[in-house]
Each structure stands twice: as structure tokens, then as C-alpha cells.
């Protein structure tokens, strides 16, 4: 009996193999061979933001949409593609007794919408944001599509003191 349980697992663990490799496979590729993930997260919906670089400093890519599919890709991959982007951020030490914290904020423009990536955090309640905002520039309406502070990877402060993105000053608080 106890063999055939191994067996049946074994048969088991195989069939998951399989399947999940042709899962991936099936999706789509949210970080290339040839790029290095700056920042990703995935959303409350079940949505993977993703925002990778070339390793050699080539372009910077914008990538959004499910597991299987990118359903919006910005922009360009030009050299030109790095001042296409924008960071702004903020920094209080002090923890919270000073009520301490940082906002980072990495934004573009694409028709007429400003799409902002934000990662935040808050000393005081030890709260951590995530998430994108899309801002409509002709009405001013925005949307905001919230990421799952424990699913993030990578950090949007590498672009701080990164030459090749302008530095703003814009906060989206």
C-alpha cells in the first residue's frame, strides 16, 4: 500500500511538472533575458505591473496586464525611453516618533493619461503602499489600480540617483 502511494505521488508531482511548464510556456514574458527588473508587483486584481531595464542601460519598459497576457506595453525600446519617465520622492527619517516615511514615484504620459507607480511607506502605522494611479490630464478623474505590498520585487529608490531618468519633484499624495 505504501508503495503505491508513492507511486500515485510520484505520478502526481510529474502531472504538476508537465502543466506547469506548459503554463509558462503559455504566458507571456514580463521580463526579458536581455532586461533586469527594476521594479514589479502584482495587483489586488491579479494584474503584474512590471517595470524593467535593459542590462546594458539601453531603454526602460513599462509592462502591465495578467499572468498570461501584457495587455500594455510603454514605450518604445529606444534610448529615448528614459526621459519618457520621471522620478520624484520623498524621504523623513526619525521612525514614528517623527513620523517618518518615504514615497517614491516613478511616472510617464501616454494619451493624455499620466500613469503613476508608487511605493510608499509610513513609519507611524508601518503601512506600506503600492500601486499604480492613472490620472486623465483633460478631466483631471483618477483611477487607481492597488498592488499587494508583500508581492513586491525589486525597488523603484534604484532610480533616485539613476542619471538616465529626470528627477522631479511632483508627489502624488
Do not use: H
Not at 23 to 52: H, P, Q, R, W
Not at 69 to 98: D, H, L, V
Amino acid at each position: 500500500m505504501k508503495k503505491l502511494l508513492i507511486k500515485i505521488g510520484l505520478v502526481f508531482l510529474l502531472i504538476l511538472f508537465f502543466f506547469g511548464e506548459r503554463a509558462k510556456a503559455d504566458s507571456e514574458e514580463y521580463v526579458l533575458s536581455n532586461e533586469v527588473l527594476i521594479y514589479s508587483f502584482m495587483t489586488c486584481n491579479g494584474k503584474v505591473l512590471v517595470l524593467a531595464k535593459d542590462k546594458d542601460d539601453t531603454y526602460i519598459v513599462y509592462r502591465f496586464g495578467t499572468e498570461s497576457e501584457i495587455e500594455f506595453q510603454y514605450p518604445e525600446k529606444t534610448k529615448a525611453s528614459w526621459k519618457q519617465f520621471t522620478y520624484s520622492g520623498y524621504m523623513r527619517g526619525g521612525g514614528p516618533a517623527n513620523e517618518g516615511l518615504e514615497l517614491n514615484y516613478v511616472y510617464f504620459v501616454n494619451d493624455n493619461y499620466k500613469y503613476v507607480i508608487y511605493d510608499n511607506y509610513y513609519a507611524v502605522t508601518g503601512e506600506i503602499t503600492t500601486g499604480v494611479k492613472i490620472i486623465n490630464l483633460k478631466t483631471k478623474e483618477q483611477s487607481e489600480i492597488k498592488g499587494e505590498p508583500n508581492s513586491r520585487i525589486g525597488s523603484l529608490v534604484e532610480l533616485r540617483d539613476n542619471n538616465l531618468v529626470p528627477q522631479g519633484e511632483e508627489m502624488f499624495e
